[in-house]
């Protein structure tokens, strides 16, 4: 089941980029802390405030962003 519906956009909150909930935990935090080794039990120890499924929702945003064809002309 998709969990982008945690993601929230809102030009009024961190510059309008993806956040969490509409927390004021940008989509990006959560990337940054996995990617420099932090587990998910450990970001979710230092911010209780959020939820297992709000750092899957983060990879599902990220991984949709990624997925983009990228043309290449002769």
Do not use: N, W
Request: proline share 4%; with cysteine; aromatic share 4%.
């Amino acid at each position: 089941m998709s969990q982008l519906h945690r993601i929230t956009v809102s030009s009024e909150q961190s510059g309008g980029r993806p956040c969490i909930r509409g927390l004021r935990v940008r989509v990006k935090d959560i990337l940054d802390l996995l990617a420099a080794g932090a587990s998910r039990e450990e970001i979710l120890a230092d911010y209780p405030y959020l939820e297992s499924e709000d750092i899957t929702a983060a990879l599902e945003f990220a991984a949709l962003q990624s997925d983009h064809p990228i043309l290449r002309t002769a």
